[in-house]
Nanobody, 123 residues
Framework: QVQLVESGGGLVQAGDSLRLSCVVSGHTFTNYAMAWFRQGPGKEREFVAHIRWNNGFTRYAESVKGRFTISRDNAKNTVYLQVNSLKPEDTAVYYC????????????????WGQGTQVTVSS
């Protein structure tokens, strides 16, 4: 069974930083991509960033480009999201997800999801 577990969220002030982690287990996929999505209060789930596991190619939502960095540690089967210069609008539950298809920004095409980690940014 594929399992993704996020951690690293918390309550921070505007301008602060966090590093979110997502540990994936229970799979033998060789070509896949992992992504971070987020869902704020009263909002749709939105794409944040994804990374191709085999070559490390990344893509970011325009709203976070330059502030957030996605990375991976193959040995630890972990994907990270470094979130810097946080703004109140970044407040959301952050989810990691995995797709074995073509990497995409569309949430419905990700087959496996974690349960999320809460990031709350105060003014």
């Amino acid at each position: 069974q594929v399992q993704l577990v996020e951690s690293g969220g918390g309550l921070v002030q505007a301008g602060d930083s966090l590093r979110l982690s997502c540990v994936v287990s229970g799979h033998t996929f060789t070509n896949y991509a992992m992504a971070w999505f987020r869902q704020g209060p009263g909002k749709e789930r939105e794409f944040v960033a994804h990374i191709r596991w085999n070559n490390g190619f990344t893509r970011y939502a325009e709203s976070v480009k330059g502030r957030f960095t996605i990375s991976r540690d193959n040995a630890k089967n972990t994907v990270y999201l470094q979130v810097n210069s946080l703004k109140p609008e970044d407040t959301a539950v952050y989810y990691c997800a995995l797709t074995t298809g073509v990497p995409t920004t569309r949430a419905p095409l990700y087959a496996y999801w974690g349960q999320g980690t809460q990031v709350t940014v105060s003014s």
